[in-house]
């Protein structure tokens, strides 16, 4: 009889301190709703692009869509980029499928897949059981400076190269070598 009490004693301790434990652990697993409200730090700098990026971007509805969307990201909460996790990645994907064939470059597709990839570590995030709000909001906070480095390369597909320079330098000289054997063959002869 002695030995019944000793090992119900015993089952009773066990099973308080399972509880314990337990409670611990919810404790642990549950979202802080505080993280979830915090706004995302995204930076300002916006990068403009060149007219000639600009022309072709217009009638591209995906970039629009995307640009539109970056645009938000300064107003979002971690608990809104967590609700916009799969629209972003949608609209990441829908973007480095349709380039147009001005930007159809290795750098350009480079650049897509790095956007796209980021989203899609975005949804992936949000989609676990119990989603890091600070994980969450560092890598959405990584999309728009992304979507900036796209852009400037956008841009880099329409700068002069060094031998664009050469060729307008060597026509400025060619036009002014004119100028100056015209102006020498007919002086003005003033008028009487």
Same mark, same amino acid.
């Given at each position: ?5 000793w090992?119900?004693? %015993? &089952? ?6 399972? @509880? ?37 971007? @217009? ?9 539109t969307?970056?645009?938000?990201? @300064? #107003? ?22 349709? &380039?147009?064939?001005?930007? #159809? ?26 989603? @890091? ?28 190269? %060094? ?20 102006t ?6 003033? #008028?009487?």
């Amino acid at each position: 009889m002695r030995n019944l009490c000793w090992f119900a004693v %015993l &089952v009773f301790l066990i099973g308080c301190d399972q @509880d314990r434990n337990t409670m611990e652990g919810e404790t642990q697993t549950t979202p802080d709703t505080t993280a979830l409200a915090n706004q995302l730090k995204v930076t300002n700098e916006q990068v403009n692009l060149l007219p000639q990026a600009r022309e072709v971007t @217009d009638d591209w509805l995906s970039y629009i869509t995307a640009q539109t969307e970056i645009e938000n990201f @300064d #107003q979002y909460t971690v608990k809104e980029v967590i609700s916009n996790a799969t629209p972003i990645a949608e609209i990441m994907k829908n973007l480095r499928e349709t &380039v147009p064939s001005e930007f #159809q470059t290795n750098a350009v597709e480079t650049r897509l897949s790095v956007l796209y990839t980021k989203a899609k570590v975005l949804e992936h995030l949000t989609e676990k059981r119990n989603p @890091d709000p600070e994980a969450i909001a560092a890598t959405a906070e990584e999309i728009p400076v992304e979507f900036n480095n796209f852009k400037i390369q956008l841009n880099e597909l329409f700068l002069k190269t %060094l031998e664009d320079f050469e060729d307008e330098l060597d026509a400025f000289e060619i036009e002014e070598d004119t100028i100056q054997s015209l102006t020498r063959r007919s002086p003005l002869e003033p #008028q009487s």
